[in-house]
């Protein structure tokens, strides 16, 4: 079975401060992990993805399989990352189908 | 393009009624899946098409069905209705379910509301 934890519900932080989200998981096998992000009245959409190995919007995840993690960095936050933060697995055995975590809630303060 | 479009945007319906939803993937993408997101949680799968065929369930009910029409349109319908439906039901397209070219696009959600 195929899990991804968020242990955080709500991270608040000034704006300017580092932010980190944690996303842990479960798979046996080669996992795609995604981060997604809903802004305030819209739809649910992609950050970031492990393969791409892409920095969005100063954002970075770095997938450790031995630590089963793909946390969600940021060293400095702004006020327009207030938003919505989902950690979401694909595994290849599952198809295409996405697991996702419970979500973080960002808060940024000016 | 508009991007994924689904309908209606809310729904309020009873106990033991049934549902149709629709939704309407990016031009191009020949794959649809199906989540439900209660409130205060993250998305649950429920259904994946690909080319018009079920690839993935989910673990919901017989009550939920769903299937994809020839345009790569697709429906999610439920039967039965209970109070514990009441979710937002997202849509998501994507070209197909191989790497790369598997990233889901998500529509704007049906919510539904079962009194």
């Known amino acids: 079975a195929q899990r991804v934890t968020q242990p955080e519900k709500l991270l608040s932080v000034f704006k300017g401060a580092p932010v980190e989200l944690k996303c842990n998981y479960s798979y046996s096998g080669s996992p795609e992990l995604f981060w997604y992000v809903q802004y305030s009245r819209q739809r649910l959409q992609l950050l970031l993805r492990?393969?791409s190995r892409e920095s969005i919007k100063g954002f970075t995840a770095d997938l450790n399989k031995g630590e089963t993690s793909f946390h969600l960095k940021k060293p400095f936050a702004q006020e327009e990352d207030s938003a919505m933060y989902y950690c979401a697995l694909s595994g290849i055995a599952a198809g295409n189908k996405l697991t996702f975590g419970g979500g973080t809630r960002v808060l940024v303060k000016p | 393009d508009a991007g994924v479009t689904q309908s209606p945007t809310h729904l309020i319906k009873t106990r033991g009624q049934h549902v149709t939803l629709r939704c309407s993937p990016i031009?191009?993408?020949?794959?649809v899946s199906w989540y439900q997101q209660v409130l205060g949680q993250g998305p649950q799968f429920i259904f994946q098409?690909?080319?018009?065929?079920?690839?993935g369930r989910g673990n919901f009910p017989d009550r939920f069905s769903a299937r994809q029409f020839p345009n790569y349109s697709s429906e999610l319908n439920v039967n039965a209705l209970l109070l514990g439906d009441s979710a937002l039901y997202l849509c998501?397209?994507?070209?197909?379910?191989?790497?790369?070219?598997?990233?889901?696009?998500f529509g704007p959600g049906t919510r539904l509301t079962v009194l």
């Open positions: 098409y690909y080319e018009k065929e079920e690839r």
């Open positions: 998501a397209s994507s070209l197909t379910t191989s790497r790369p070219y598997n990233e889901q696009f």
């Open positions: 031009s191009g993408h020949k794959s």
């Open positions: 492990h393969i």
